[in-house]
């Protein structure tokens, strides 16, 4: 149980366009979901939590504008990020925390993220 | 604010042998929540161990026990009979009870030799 996807795993996009991944708790029901950022060899970033039918909170240094989150569903947010540039490119995790019930609601269930290359 | 620290980036062990790596937090907060996230090469973040700050009775699972040292803020992970399959990043993380996000460490790369 508590299994998070993501989709998709990988996406190559031309500099300028806008992509979305998307991130889906399959078995439970995720009232927080998070996103975060990971460089090479280092460790996660956060860039926004989101709470269901909620504007994220961002991260300090992270454009809001940018990198758009929307919780539409207690199973479902999405990332899009508009206009990317190469400094984009890097590994998106999303994390999703659990409502009351099956799953632990202390603890954080990660996707397996998304790999963003911009050329 | 919270901070975590892993002071060993890299280590190594023998398969079938014991390794220990290490965390030390940082927090004014009496009850908290910590975790020991692997992360191998696929880059799935796998949930190994976790510890509420209130029990005093350290976490155990399988082949995985922490060290809770609460007076010290230490938190220490022991990997027994290390297996090929264990090697990975290794990251500890803190959540306070009060906030949803994670603090997460700079992460520990562990190789396991055969």
């Known amino acids: 149980g508590a299994v998070v996807s993501q989709h998709p795993s990988w996406v190559i996009c031309k500099s300028g366009t806008s992509v979305k991944i998307e991130c889906r708790s399959l078995?439970?029901?995720?009232?927080?979901m998070f996103w975060y950022r990971q460089f090479p060899k280092q460790s996660l970033m956060l860039m926004a939590t989101?709470?269901?039918?909620?504007?994220?909170?961002?991260e300090q240094g992270v454009e809001k504008d940018k990198f758009l989150i929307n919780h539409a569903s207690l199973t479902l947010s999405t990332l899009t990020v508009t206009s990317a540039h190469p400094e984009d490119s890097s590994f998106y995790i999303c994390?999703?925390?659990?409502?009351?019930?099956?799953?632990?609601?202390?603890?954080?269930?990660f996707g397996p993220g998304t790999r963003l290359t911009v050329l | 604010a919270q901070t975590v620290t892993q002071s060993q980036p890299e280590m190594s062990v023998q398969e079938a042998e014991t390794v220990t790596l290490s965390c030390t937090y940082d927090?004014?907060?009496?009850?908290?929540?910590l975790f020991w996230y692997k992360q191998p090469p696929s880059r799935q973040m796998i949930l190994v161990i976790r510890?509420?700050?209130?029990?005093?009775q350290n976490a155990t699972e399988n082949r995985f026990s922490v060290n809770f040292q609460k007076a010290a803020k230490s938190f220490s992970l022991k990997i027994s009979d290390s297996q090929l399959g264990d090697a990975a990043m290794y990251f500890c993380?803190?959540?306070?009870?009060?906030?949803?996000?994670?603090?997460f460490g700079p992460g520990t790369r562990l190789s396991v030799l055969p």
């Open positions: 994390s999703a925390r659990a409502a009351a019930g099956r799953a632990s609601t202390d603890t954080q269930y």
């Open positions: 078995d439970f029901q995720a009232t927080t």
């Open positions: 989101s709470n269901e039918g909620s504007k994220a909170t961002y």
């Open positions: 927090t004014s907060e009496s009850d908290y929540y």
């Open positions: 510890q509420e700050a209130y029990k005093q």
């Open positions: 993380a803190y959540r306070s009870p009060y906030g949803q996000n994670f603090v």
